[in-house]
């Protein structure tokens, strides 16, 4: 079973995250299978339930809600996270000529609206803006993610690839602290880990979310070849594979990481909180970290 994270004081999630991504891309997205998928997450102490509007051409959130309408028992089991403010040229926004960011109030109002519709929810546990808006006016933003905060249909509110100085900006504009930022981290991605992100949330005990923790698939390509081999060898110790050990490796480091793991194979949903059976100490931490690298750290 994996444990509970508290996300300052606001919420609290599971350790371990379900990533919904790719729930709409399935072959079956029937009410029945996508319930039975909560399930199996929920067996494993695993509640959290990570989505973004954008997710499946912008249909992810009512394939999740097509469940939640099924067997309306399972909203007060999980906690639902989502996003808002990309706006590209697909699904309900294919009249649009690009991709871009949109994190005026009218455009996040209307996302969390149309996002309560999608999953039959009448409250989003954590909202999350989905990128940096190089255009963003923070005092528009702030104030109107403050409005969904105080209006009961948001109950906390956090980013997601954001820097330090992105978060600052959008927090300087807030009342309601912002409680998580969601950034790739992974044995492949490391760089969060040596170039100040982690860090810097470390010192502002701030619980960073890692989307794609297995690399996006490439940690079983050639790419991730050598630390797959470390990750092997670890497991094969303790009775996992390697992706329990790479998922471990996150779990493991003192930032309080909270994976947000995504698949639409039964069986290895049912597997997931297998990482938290996997001990790492220090030396078996930097064995995978010098795999990664490919060197000796300095």
């Not at 940690?219 to 998922?247: H, M, N, P, S, Y």
Request: net charge negative; with cysteine; hydrophobic share 45%.
């Amino acid at each position: 079973m994996t444990d509970r994270l508290s996300l300052s004081g606001q919420l609290e999630i599971s350790r371990l995250v379900y990533g919904m991504w790719r729930v709409a891309d399935d072959s079956d997205t029937s009410p029945a299978y996508v319930q039975s998928k909560i399930e199996a997450c929920l067996a494993q102490g695993i509640t959290t339930m990570d989505q973004a509007d954008i997710y499946g051409d912008y249909g992810a959130e009512a394939v999740l809600g097509g469940a939640l309408k099924a067997a309306p028992a399972l909203r007060e089991q999980i906690e639902i996270v989502t996003k808002c403010d990309i706006v590209a040229p697909i699904g309900k926004y294919s009249d649009k000529r690009l991709k871009y960011y949109d994190t005026s109030a009218a455009h996040i109002t209307a996302s969390v609206e149309a996002s309560l519709t999608n999953m039959a929810t009448d409250r989003i546990d954590l909202l999350l803006v989905h990128r940096p808006d190089p255009f963003m006016d923070h005092e528009e933003t702030g104030k109107a993610l403050d409005g969904l905060v105080a209006s009961g249909k948001v109950r906390s509110v956090g980013v997601s690839n954001f820097k330090f100085h992105d978060w600052n900006l959008l927090q300087s504009a807030m009342s309601t602290p912002l409680c998580t930022n969601q950034i790739e981290a992974s044995v492949l991605n490391y760089a969060p880990f040596i170039e100040g992100d982690i860090q810097w949330m470390q010192e502002k005990a701030i619980r960073p979310m890692a989307w794609s923790p297995l690399g996006g698939g490439r940690l079983f390509g050639a790419e991730g070849a050598a630390v797959r081999d470390a990750l092997d060898r670890i497991g094969k110790a303790q009775g996992v594979d390697a992706t329990a050990v790479a998922v471990a490796w996150l779990l493991a480091h003192p930032a309080k990481l909270a994976p947000v793991m995504g698949t639409n194979n039964l069986d290895r949903i049912a597997r997931i909180s297998d990482a938290s059976k996997v001990e790492l100490d220090r030396e078996s931490w930097f064995e995978i970290l010098t795999a990664a690298q490919g060197h000796e750290v300095p």
